[in-house]
T-cell receptor
C-alpha cells in the first residue's frame, strides 16, 4: 500500500531561520499529498495540499511541491517564527483511498 | 461551532472497564474516520465510515474495539475491558465525501484516554 517516510525530529531553529522538513512517499498512481500541523494542545489541521504532480501547495508562508521524479513533498518556509512551533505530519491516502497514512511527525521548536 | 467535536476531552479509567468515546462530525460530511495517537508517535488508523457503513475496519487492534455510526451523524468508539496499552489520544476526522482520499479531512480536538 501507499506509505510515507518523514524526516525524524525534533528540529530546533532560531527565529527567521530557513526550514525544510523532508517527506518522501511510495504510492500507486498519483494521489493527493498533504501536510498537517498540530499546535500544542490542539487538534490536527490541514496546512497545505497538492493534488497532482508539479503542484505547489502553500499556506502561512509554508510551501511544498509535489515532485513525482523524486517522489517527494518536502515542506519549506523561508523564515520561521516562534508561533510555528508545532508537530508537522506528511500524509497521503491509502491505496484504496479510504484513509490517510501519516508520517511519524516532526516536532519543530522555534526559539526567539 | 462548525467543526468536528469530540467528547469527553479527557477520560481516566481503570483497567478492565469499558469506555465510550463520541464524535460529532461536521454537518453534511458523509465520511468519518477514527485514528489513535500514542504519546510521541504518529497517527494510527482505526476505522472509516461512509454514511453508517464501515467499509474499512482493518485498523481496529482487537475485538475489544468497536465503532458505530448513526446515519451520517454521530459516531461512537467503544473499547471494552480497557488495557493500559489503550492509553492514547483518540482522534476523529470527517470529510465531505470519500472521493478516493482527495478530500481534506477535518480533525476534532481528540479524547485523551488514560487507563490506570
Amino acid at each position: 500500500g501507499n506509505s510515507v517516510t518523514q524526516m525524524e525530529g525534533p528540529v530546533t531553529l532560531s527565529e527567521e531561520a530557513f526550514l525544510t522538513i523532508n517527506c518522501t512517499y511510495t504510492a500507486t498512481g498519483y494521489p493527493s499529498l498533504f501536510w498537517y500541523v498540530q499546535y500544542p494542545g490542539e487538534g490536527l489541521q490541514l496546512l497545505l495540499k497538492a493534488t497532482k504532480a508539479d503542484d505547489k501547495g502553500s499556506n502561512k508562508g509554508f510551501e511544498a511541491t509535489y515532485r513525482k521524479e523524486t517522489t517527494s513533498f518536502h515542506l519549506e518556509k523561508g523564515s520561521v517564527q516562534v508561533s510555528d512551533s508545532a508537530v508537522y505530519f506528511c500524509a497521503l491516502p491509502e491505496t484504496s483511498g479510504s484513509r490517510l497514512t501519516f508520517g511519524e511527525g516532526t516536532q519543530l521548536t522555534v526559539n526567539p | 461551532g462548525a467543526g468536528v467535536s469530540q467528547s469527553p476531552s479527557n477520560k481516566v479509567t481503570e483497567k478492565g472497564k469499558d469506555v465510550e468515546l463520541r464524535c460529532d462530525p461536521i454537518s453534511g460530511h458523509t465520511a468519518l474516520y477514527w485514528y489513535r495517537q500514542r504519546l510521541g508517535q504518529g497517527l494510527e488508523f482505526l476505522i472509516y465510515f461512509q454514511g453508517n457503513s464501515a467499509p474499512d475496519k482493518s485498523g481496529l487492534p482487537s475485538d475489544r474495539f468497536s465503532a458505530e455510526r448513526t446515519g451520517e451523524s454521530v459516531s461512537t468508539l467503544t473499547i471494552q475491558r480497557t488495557q493500559q496499552e489503550d492509553s492514547a489520544v483518540y482522534l476523529c476526522a470527517s470529510s465531505l465525501t470519500w472521493a478516493g482520499g482527495r478530500n481534506e479531512q477535518f480533525f476534532g480536538p481528540g479524547t485523551r484516554l488514560t487507563v490506570l
